[in-house]
């Protein structure tokens, strides 16, 4: 049952004599005073509104306690007295929303930062409206982890988008359910927004190429200004290199291609499709046959947007060029037509398909399941990841005299797709070391054509099925390499100062010290896409003063966080057109009270701001010239 609550009592009245908060500091760095849309709800009088909670205690009225836009925000206090308790902060009446939306935006003060606060529950804000016809239905804004203000962002579904057509909708409060904790807990709102993004053509400029262009038809993105990347810096990119120098013999026998280095790898490659099922691998004349694709291949956007294998597969033609084997398929799926070329070549230890289907129609390439493993385990790489819950392994067979182990790669540099996945592990006879890549529609509803290197690795030494980093040496091998690296959550800097003399004292002097994120911030604003430090850290003096005794008195390799991947909304820099979007058009959450940037926005950035960040701190690591590469110092 409901109980509802009028705004104007006791606590309303306490609130009102509180101590004015200050609003971000950043928003007065960079000018902001206005938010970025009108606002249909400023919060600056809430007479009238009211509460009705189930299961819980809420009060809410104005405040001055936080502040960022005009001269009030809106106060919410609550607790929980029973199981599932939600609340329902209500307008006096349902307010007409002017025009049509696609969008809504809303700043909430938050009381939670992620799982480290582990006695607040996570408060789940939806934003409640009726629709033309007098239907009520509510969107799901965000669930509460970041402390201090941050800018809440909703793209409607197209579904409810459907439902706002006419501009005849209006809005009718905020639910709010999950609020368990027993304690009084407050959050803060301010300026509600309604609007129709703009979503303009993205556009940057150009980048230097890529070190080396294996898909000629592929689209290269930015990179085709002047100049060429030191990265990927071999043909070959992530193949492990050859053991040996031998050459791989290649021909045709009838409806398989026949491959096979001299006492090392061989691998029989089936014509009549482009999947993997029949494909076969061997380590030496007397190794046991692997089959190390099963069920793998390509796959097609299908019905309902479904991965599927070809209907049927019709080999056009087979090009035996030197080492490498040109095939090229038809393949059909759901009533469609695809061209498909793998060009298949073999190094070393290694057989690799480059993979190349243009239109935008593959929607999954993967590896599959291996079959004819003795006794197969598995061997982890703890630096090898696509995320973290998805490690691709090693398959390790055999006894520990004569081992042989099997590796498969998605060549990360060259790849198209959306993402790669990862999928590792035994289960009954089903073995994986690796899943494949998929390909997701982009916010135009198209996918990107597929370009792909899948490489297939097997030896007797674990060592030569690992891929290769196909980038240089780096320039700080030489400090770095003697160096040990602590990142160090910085407080204050008399207190930072204190405890490094005293480790200094102590007789550590190989140090490489980077602050953490800490290091630009006082509490929980901005800690990324900053040139200023925070007032409390004391600003840019206190920084500069603090780097000469790292460096100049104490003699260690110091400087700052960088990071370009979080971007808080009250950054002095922020704008919405620069955050990534996901497939359904949201924008890209990040680390807490942050979204991602567009990743060139992020090199785009780095190239502006580290530049300054250098110039006026004079660091000796943690910065690195995009364009020279030289040692700062």
Not at 61 to 83: C, F, L, N, T
Not at 297 to 317: C, H, N
Not at 587 to 616: D, G, M, N, S, T
Request: proline content about 6%.
């Amino acid at each position: 049952m409901f109980k509802k609550l009028v705004v104007g009592f006791v606590l309303s009245l306490a609130c009102s004599m509180a101590t004015a908060g200050l609003r971000p500091y950043e928003l007065d760095w960079a000018g902001r005073v206005s938010d970025d849309h009108p606002a249909l709800i400023d919060f600056e009088n809430l007479e009238g509104w009211s509460v009705e909670s189930k299961a819980a205690v809420a009060l809410f009225s104005r405040s001055q306690e936080q502040k960022i836009w005009g001269d009030y925000v809106g106060k919410i206090v609550y607790q929980g007295i029973g199981p599932a308790p939600e609340f329902f902060i209500k307008p006096p009446a349902p307010i007409a929303i002017p025009a049509e939306f696609d969008a809504i935006s809303l700043w909430v003060y938050g009381n939670k930062f992620m799982s480290y606060d582990k006695a607040i529950p996570s408060l789940s804000i939806y934003v409640c409206f009726q629709d033309q016809g007098g239907n009520p239905f509510e969107v799901r804004l965000v669930n509460v982890n970041w402390r201090q203000w941050f800018l809440c962002h909703r793209r409607l579904s197209q579904e409810q988008i459907a439902l706002v057509q006419g501009g005849k909708t209006f809005f009718c409060g905020f639910r709010m359910s999950g609020g368990t904790n027993k304690e009084e807990l407050s959050l803060y709102f301010d300026s509600l927004c309604f609007f129709k993004e703009s979503l303009q053509p993205l556009s940057f400029k150009p980048r230097a190429k890529r070190g080396v262009q294996v898909f000629a038809g592929q689209d290269q993105g930015v990179n085709v200004g002047e100049g060429t990347l030191p990265f990927p810096n071999r043909i070959e990119t992530i193949v492990p290199r050859p053991i040996g120098s031998a050459a791989a013999a290649i021909e045709r026998q009838g409806d398989r291609l026949v491959m096979q280095v001299p006492k090392g790898l061989a691998a029989e490659i089936p014509l009549l499709s482009c999947q993997w099922d029949d494909l076969r691998l061997r380590w030496g004349e007397s190794g046991s046959w692997i089959q190390p694709g099963v069920g793998g291949g390509l796959f097609f956007v299908g019905a309902d947007s479904k991965a599927v294998a070809p209907d049927a597969v019709r080999l056009i033609e087979v090009r035996i060029e030197q080492d490498r084997a040109v095939c090229t398929w038809q393949a059909s799926f759901a009533g469609k037509n695809a061209v498909v070329k793998i060009t298949w070549w073999m190094s070393g230890q290694s057989l690799v398909a480059d993979i190349a289907v243009e239109g935008g129609v593959v929607q999954e390439v993967c590896f599959g399941k291996i079959v004819g493993l003795d006794n197969p385990r598995l061997v982890t790489l703890p630096y090898y990841t696509y995320g973290a819950s998805q490690r691709p392994a090693v398959a390790f067979s055999g006894s520990a005299a004569q081992p042989i182990f099997l590796a498969q790669h998605i060549d990360w540099s060259l790849s198209s797709a959306s993402t790669l996945f990862a999928v590792n592990g035994i289960k009954g006879n089903d073995l994986t070391v690796n899943g494949g890549v998929r390909y997701i529609p982009k916010t135009n509803g198209e996918r990107n054509a597929c370009y792909e290197r899948f490489v297939f690795s097997l030896a007797p030494q674990f060592e030569s099925v690992l891929p290769e980093i196909p980038n240089p040496v780096s320039p700080w091998k030489a400090v770095t390499g003697k160096g040990v690296w602590r990142a160090h959550g910085a407080s204050d800097r008399e207190a930072d100062a204190s405890f490094w003399r005293e480790m200094h004292g102590y007789g550590l002097r190989e140090l490489i010290i980077t602050d953490h994120e800490t290091g630009w911030r006082d509490e929980h604003e901005s800690f990324t896409f900053r040139t200023k430090p925070a007032p409390k850290k004391g600003g840019d003096e206190g920084q500069f003063k603090y780097a000469r005794i790292m460096q100049d008195e104490l003699g260690y390799v110091y400087g700052p966080y960088n990071n370009f991947t979080d971007f808080a909304p009250v950054n002095e820099f922020w704008s919405s057109d620069m955050i990534a979007r996901l497939p359904d058009n949201q924008l890209q959450h990040a680390w807490a009270r942050c979204y991602a940037p567009k990743p060139l926005q992020a090199v785009e950035y780095c190239e502006k701001l580290a530049p300054i960040i250098q110039k006026k701190f004079q660091f000796s690591t943690a910065y690195c010239d995009v364009h020279t590469a030289v040692t700062p110092w």
